[in-house]
């Protein structure tokens, strides 16, 4: 069977991340209709794993509140470990108080809007630097 020609072809590798295994389907789902190559997690730890196994991926979709470690522990200790640029895209139901280390992070309110995500993924996919520059995020 023929597939669509998409306009980017970008077989981009995007981690989700969310304790609720409903909305890490939903967002995957959306991803790889779109093209993209989703990774899951249930967890912060799993999160930063898949991270250490996987270095092509550039943008990280996180639920900002889980049980144990949160999102914002993810952001923190994955911009400690990993020196490579990696986007992050929070999804929270309380987005005007994210607290510090928040910068540079897109956010979105729940109850999330699939399109609302994959516009944001694609968006932080464009001003992602090229390998080749130096990143000073």
Do not use: W, Y
Not at 19 to 33: C, G, K, Q, R, T
Not at 81 to 101: M, W
């Amino acid at each position: 069977k023929t597939k669509p020609v998409l306009k980017v072809t970008n077989r981009a590798q995007i981690l989700v991340v969310d304790d609720e295994p409903d909305i890490v389907e939903e967002i995957a789902e959306a991803l790889i209709d779109e093209g993209f190559q989703a990774l899951c997690a249930e967890n912060v730890d799993t999160a930063l794993q898949i991270l250490r196994s996987h270095e092509n991926i550039k943008v990280v979709v996180t639920d900002m509140g889980m049980p144990g470690k949160t999102g914002a522990n993810l952001i923190g200790e994955a911009r400690a470990e990993f020196k490579r640029t990696i986007r992050f895209i929070v999804v929270s139901g309380v987005v005007n108080d994210l607290g510090s280390g928040m910068e540079n992070v897109s956010v979105l309110a729940k109850p999330l809007d699939i399109n609302n995500l994959l516009s944001a993924v694609k968006a932080v996919l464009l001003e992602s630097p090229s390998q080749s520059s130096n990143s000073q995020l």
